[in-house]
């Protein structure tokens, strides 16, 4: 009888320390300002790995984070050269591309996860899910799928940073990401996974603002509220510069 129970408390104790975790993400900044002269901003984006009763992790998980900005829709058009001049050529409409993805692990992707479980969260750039606008050919549309996240990439908008994710006493995660100066304003999503024997077993969600402040805020609210008036005043400022800039050449 005391065997007995003494196997069941066992197993009791194996099945608690066995249960999920629970994420408790934080990021450096919840709201990031756009004004003049901005070059862009560092994000860390941190947190802890703690049991459902507060205590210390007893599994080393791996972490991924995501940070992901709107969604816009986005054309891809492709150049062709024709007697010696580039001229586009064919084109895809894509519905609901992310204006900024930045990813960052603990280790490489692959290692962490098989390509399935990749797919089903999109932990990397190789697994973005694009939603092309049409019917169109599977091999064209990876190829202009591939075209879109390396144009991205080359802007600094889709980022893929595989070890950057920091992780202490298997308690404490850390990860630093990078806005561009061109960022998109709006609410951004930072999804943290995390990771034991290739199965996500627990996510977290935090997010941050990016908006506009000062002159640029105030061009953006007007551009959009009075397109109109805005369009002439900027057709005005333009024929206004043109002539005064005329006026200055004249008289050298």
């Not at 000062?214 to 333009?238: H, K, P, T, W």
Request: charged fraction near 20%; hydrophobic fraction near 45%.
């Amino acid at each position: 009888m005391r065997w007995r129970l003494a196997f069941l408390a066992l197993c009791t104790l194996l099945l608690g320390g066995a249960r999920d975790p629970i994420l408790v993400p934080e990021i450096s900044q919840h709201e990031v300002q756009v004004r003049q002269g901005f070059t862009g901003a560092d994000l860390l984006l941190f947190g802890a790995i703690l049991t459902p009763e507060g205590a210390r992790a007893a599994q080393d998980y791996d972490i991924v984070v995501v940070l992901e900005g709107p969604v816009r829709s986005i054309v891809v058009r492709e150049k062709q050269k024709v007697a010696g001049v580039w001229v586009n050529a064919s084109s895809n409409q894509f519905r609901s591309a992310p204006s900024y993805f930045a990813i960052a692990s603990s280790r490489p992707i692959k290692q962490i996860v098989d390509d399935k479980t990749a797919a089903i969260y999109e932990l990397g750039l190789e697994w973005l899910q694009l939603s092309p606008i049409g019917v169109i050919d599977p091999a064209q549309q990876r190829r202009f799928s591939s075209g879109l996240v390396d144009f991205m990439q080359r802007q600094g908008l889709y980022q893929q940073n595989e070890g950057a994710v920091k992780i202490s006493g298997q308690v404490l995660y850390q990860a630093r990401l990078s806005l561009p100066s061109q960022v998109q304003t709006g609410t951004y999503t930072a999804e943290t996974f995390a990771v034991y024997r290739g199965k996500v077993v627990a996510s977290a969600i935090t997010r941050v603002s990016v908006t506009k402040e000062g002159f640029e805020r105030y061009v953006a609210v007007n551009a959009e509220r009075n397109g109109l008036i805005y369009g002439l005043f900027v057709v005005i400022v333009s024929v206004g510069m043109g002539w005064i800039a005329g006026r200055l050449f004249a008289l050298v």
